[in-house]
């Protein structure tokens, strides 16, 4: 069956301006997750969704990140008035849930802040 | 914080050797899952060992855990130029909601036909 799905691809963008990173989960999954991967930090934890649960944000960098899940399925995540440093890999998972599930992750949007 | 250490960052072998790479992390695990990335993609997983087990086998692949030590091996038998990529493990620590998992630094894996 399909991956994890993310849009765009790649994306550049101006600092300053806002952008938004779509993600779709795998079928069935009720568990969605955000990390980003740049290369001063390595992959860190951004948010997680599960269920109809309020989502665990505590590794969002600051409040112009944010994540909404919507019908517990697709969920965006968005960046407003860009920085620099928030350029990096942002990488998208998902699993059924509990421990022990394998979280499995899509290819990751690519974000240049120029 | 990254919690997990990989050992050696990088490693280079030839076509048909073994490659070990080792984790190790800090605090009590849940447990520890190993990712392979090739350069410019997503992550891929590859095994996932809970704190109960001490080894896993998946194909080429052999993982070792323990739990006493807080540390963890990937072996990859009788590589080969594909596999050349980047190793990750994650750990999900006890206490924390599942899938909020701590990835180390990885090890470059170069193998050379």
């Known amino acids: 069956g399909a991956g994890v799905s993310q849009s765009p691809s790649n994306k550049v963008t101006e600092k300053g301006k806002d952008v938004e990173l779509r993600c779709d989960p795998i079928?069935?999954?009720?568990?969605l997750y955000w990390y980003r991967q740049s290369l001063g930090q390595g992959l860190e934890f951004l948010i997680y969704f599960q269920g109809n649960s309020a989502p665990d944000k505590s590794g969002l960098p600051s409040d112009r990140f944010s994540a909404e899940r919507t019908g517990g399925s697709v969920s965006t995540l968005t960046i407003q008035r860009t920085q620099q440093e928030d350029s990096a890999v942002y990488l998208c998972?998902?699993?059924?849930?509990?421990?022990?599930?394998?979280?499995?992750f899509g290819e990751g949007s690519w974000l240049t802040v120029v | 914080s990254q919690q997990g250490e990989e050992d050696p960052q990088a490693l280079s072998i030839q076509e048909g050797e073994n490659a070990t790479m080792n984790c190790s992390y800090k605090?009590?695990?849940?447990?520890l899952q190993w990712y392979r990335q090739n350069s410019g993609r997503g992550l891929v997983h590859l095994i996932l060992i809970r704190s109960n087990e001490r080894e896993k086998h998946s194909g080429r692949l052999r993982v070792t855990l323990d739990t006493s030590k807080k540390s963890s091996s990937l072996l990859i038998t009788a590589s080969r130029a594909a596999d050349t990529a980047s190793y990750f493990c994650?750990?999900?620590?006890?206490?924390?909601?599942?899938?909020?998992?701590?990835f180390g630094q990885g090890t470059i894996l170069t193998v050379h036909p």
């Open positions: 998972a998902s699993s059924l849930g509990g421990q022990g599930n394998t979280i499995y």
């Open positions: 605090t009590s695990i849940n447990n």
């Open positions: 994650a750990t999900d620590p006890l206490g924390t909601s599942y899938g909020k998992l701590t």
């Open positions: 079928s069935g999954h009720t568990a």
